[in-house]
């Protein structure tokens, strides 16, 4: 909850939603997305309620709350618990599974392939699973990669970015995206994007994967690159790594990313998310014809039979984060407000 816990302990349906969310980050550490969607938003529709929400009946007349979700909730204020959650707890190979699924990188096909190789513990890991390099780094520093980081520290790693950076090229902008942009108290990564008026891709490039990551990577404050997540999702724009401040112990992930001038509107869009709200403003582009991705805002996008795409269609705006909700006719939203 990027707001603060504050607000839930003056809602009425504090503890329904304090069960939920641990049952939406229990589906959120299985990487089942559906489903941690579903509680996600079914947990902002009750903070908006002002009376508590008792019954199944009455759980189900509310938005973003289905029929199995509404009995969830009538279970919880009934009994005080939620037995599919209570359910997770007593289940040891679903525990091995979501330690191992905090593995930076692994999913759910590696994952199993561990426990069925008979792994059941970080230390087993290491000592007898073959590990690519990102997995060695993401199991040794599991509890670094887990552990929020505070909004001060965000800022700080992003300064200790923008004064290298501004040392090799003066020109380069940086600012600080993800949750940090949204205003949250803490982040789980530090996300960065970096541009420079006037420049191409390929001197982005040049100057911050060839100059700036080295030398970071010199002094210390980077420790390693990270294998990309996947690779059909790098174009060469990306860096994914560890860094950690000179006063600091504990290693923060850290993602780089390079955007054109022209893209910089359609760019800050996608990096401020939240990915909800990122979901239902690309939906509302595709209902109004048009196109939204992290380069820009289109139109006259011809799709064939299965809606796959035929063409890119024209651009309409990438440059002005502003112009793209005035064309999209949706009233300007500033990042603290975009969290869904
Ligand atoms: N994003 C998205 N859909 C995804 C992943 C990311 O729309 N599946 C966008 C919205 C996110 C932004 O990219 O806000 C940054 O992604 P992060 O995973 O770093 O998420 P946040 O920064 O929002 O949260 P956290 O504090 O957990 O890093
Ligand atoms: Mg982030
Ligand atoms: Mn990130």
């Given at each position: ?142 509890h670094d990669f887990a552990t929020r980081i ?100 504990t290693?923060r ?88």
């Amino acid at each position: 909850n990027p707001m603060g816990a504050s607000s839930a302990s003056f809602n009425p349906n504090a503890r329904t939603i304090e069960i939920l969310e641990q049952m939406g980050k229990y589906y959120d550490q299985m990487q089942d997305q559906w489903r941690t969607l579903a509680y996600r938003k079914a947990v902002t529709t009750l903070r908006k309620q002002t009376v508590k929400i008792s019954t199944a009946k009455e759980a189900a007349a509310l938005p973003f709350v289905g029929s199995r979700l509404a009995d969830k909730i009538e279970e919880i204020v009934l009994t005080d618990r939620l037995r599919r959650l209570d359910s997770t707890r007593d289940d040891p190979t679903d525990k091995v599974l979501r330690l191992f699924l905090g593995v930076y990188g692994a999913g759910l096909v590696q994952a199993n392939k561990w426990i069925q190789a008979g792994h059941r513990t970080l230390d087993d890991l290491i000592a007898n699973a073959k590990l690519t390099d990102s997995q060695r780094i993401g199991i040794e520093h599991y509890h670094d990669f887990a552990t929020r980081i505070p909004r001060a520290e965000v800022e700080a790693h992003g300064e200790y970015v923008r004064d290298a950076l501004r040392k090799i090229d003066p020109g380069f902008e940086t600012t600080v995206m993800g949750s940090y942009r949204r205003g949250a108290k803490d982040s789980g990564d530090i996300d960065i994007i970096m541009t420079k008026p006037g420049a191409r891709v390929s001197a982005l490039r040049d100057v911050v994967f060839h100059k700036l990551v080295p030398r970071l990577l010199k002094d210390g404050f980077l420790k390693v690159k990270l294998a990309a997540s996947s690779s059909s999702t790098d174009d060469g724009t990306k860096w994914h790594g560890v860094s950690c401040l000179p006063s600091s112990a504990t290693w923060r992930r850290l993602d780089l990313l390079l955007v054109p001038e022209e893209e910089m509107g359609a760019a800050l869009l996608y990096f401020t998310g939240n990915d909800i709200f990122n979901r239902s403003i690309r939906l509302l582009a595709s209902k109004k014809g048009m196109r939204l991705n992290q380069r820009g805002l289109y139109k006259d996008v011809i799709r064939g039979k299965n809606r796959e795409k035929l063409n890119e269609g024209t651009l309409l705006e990438g440059k002005e984060e502003r112009r793209i909700f005035e064309i999209l006719g949706v009233p300007w939203r500033e990042p603290t407000e975009r969290i869904c």
